[in-house]
Nanobody, 126 residues
Framework: VQLQAFGGGLVQAGGSLRLSCVASGRTLSRESMGWSRQVPGKEREFVASIRWSGGSRHYADAVKGRFTISGNKAESTVSLQMNSLKPEDTAVYYC????????????????????WGQGTLVTVSS
């Protein structure tokens, strides 16, 4: 399985960016696809994900109401629309795909995601 992310860049606070990701390979049995982010010296943190079975969407509290995740299981794609960006959103954003059987209570745990994209940098200036 390979994931390739697109988007990212530099934006002023209050602006918007859109990230997209496409997965290839044996992806149809995977339970969830989404995004995490990481800043140097800190652990990777969950941002948002979409659960293919049922279509539920899940967000970190820090981005709820500002970010929107969407996806297409058949195409193995996921996007993250980021609005009202803040300087604290600056990070490398990683697309992620879980294995089969990811339970709902673990969906916000980056450790439960088996496959990762290369990361794309989002910089929000104040």
């Amino acid at each position: 399985v390979q994931l390739q992310a697109f988007g990212g860049g530099l934006v002023q606070a209050g602006g918007s960016l859109r990230l997209s990701c496409v997965a290839s390979g044996r992806t149809l049995s995977r339970e969830s696809m989404g995004w995490s982010r990481q800043v140097p010296g800190k652990e990777r943190e969950f941002v948002a994900s979409i659960r293919w079975s049922g279509g539920s969407r899940h967000y970190a509290d820090a981005v709820k109401g500002r970010f929107t995740i969407s996806g297409n299981k058949a195409e193995s794609t996921v996007s993250l629309q980021m609005n009202s960006l803040k300087p604290e959103d600056t990070a490398v954003y990683y697309c992620a795909l879980s294995g089969p059987g990811l339970i709902l209570s673990e969906i916000r745990n980056p450790v439960r995601y088996n496959y990762w994209g290369q990361g794309t940098l989002v910089t929000v200036s104040s």
